[in-house]
Nanobody
């Protein structure tokens, strides 16, 4: 069974850093590309970043360069690093499996449960 589980959210002060994890099981890295999306209250879900089959193939969809992706093949986890967090980053963050990276959440084939990130000013 394909499963993705996002974790690592919490409360962080503005300017702080956070690392979110997306643990995957039931797939290989060749099966899905792993994207991160977020949804703030009252807003549409938006693409944050995505890692392709090859871990060097990364995409960032927001204008701010405060996000970075990394991956652990040993633990089958994709990490989303957020630095200099801002209140506008407050949202539920989701990871999803896609056939091909896209900022459009409609392309996600398999969703994981989200994790709440709250940035206080």
């Amino acid at each position: 069974e394909v499963q993705l589980q996002a974790s690592g959210g919490g409360l962080v002060q503005a300017g702080g850093s956070l690392r979110l994890s997306c643990a995957v099981s039931g797939i290989t890295w060749d099966d899905y590309e792993i994207g991160w999306f977020r949804q703030a209250p009252g807003k549409e879900r938006e693409g944050v970043s995505c890692m392709g089959v090859d871990s060097w193939n990364t995409h960032y969809y927001l204008p701010e360069s405060r996000f970075m992706l990394s991956r652990s093949d040993a633990t089958k986890t994709v990490y989303l690093h957020l630095k200099n967090a801002q209140p506008e980053d407050t949202a539920i963050y989701y990871c999803g499996g896609l056939i091909r990276c896209s900022s459009d959440y409609h392309g996600v084939m398999k969703w994981g449960r989200g994790t709440q990130v709250t940035v206080s000013s």
